[in-house]
């Protein structure tokens, strides 16, 4: 079983920055691809970025050269980080961290992951 656990939303002005993290725990060695998705009340949940276990990172468009996705692993621990920056009010969601296993033309497929944080708002006015 894999537990995910994020945080670092809060509330920005329109061109601000943010770094959101989701600390992993469990069953998380396992070649587990990892990522961020968004959702606003009333929509779908939206694929921004994700890492596979092997580095390689994806951005969905409306996010590439403003959003970094980046990981490390210390102290027994992994952590998956957001950068977002010159943030829109567009940018406005819950943010979730999931983990899993998609095959590659689809990790910023929501239907794709197994395990999913509790989310952490991000609000951009």
């Known amino acids: 079983d894999v537990q995910l656990v994020e945080s670092g939303g809060d509330s920005v002005q329109t061109g601000g920055s943010l770094k959101l993290s989701c600390l992993a725990s469990?069953?998380?060695?396992?070649?587990?691809?990892m990522g961020w998705f968004r959702q606003v009340p009333g929509q779908e949940r939206e694929g921004v970025a994700a890492?596979?276990?092997?580095?390689?990172?994806?951005?969905a468009d409306s996010v590439k050269g403003r959003f970094t996705i980046s990981k490390e692993y210390a102290g027994g621990k992994r952590t998956l980080y957001l950068q977002m920056d010159s943030l829109k009010p567009e940018d406005t969601a819950m943010y979730y961290c999931?983990?899993?296993?998609?095959?590659?033309?689809?990790?910023?497929?929501?239907?794709?992951?197994?395990?999913w944080g509790q989310g952490t708002q991000v609000t951009v006015s």
């Open positions: 890492l596979t276990d092997d580095g390689k990172p994806t951005y």
């Open positions: 469990g069953d998380v060695d396992s070649g587990y691809c």
């Open positions: 999931a983990a899993g296993d998609p095959i590659e033309m689809r990790v910023l497929n929501s239907e794709e992951y197994n395990y």
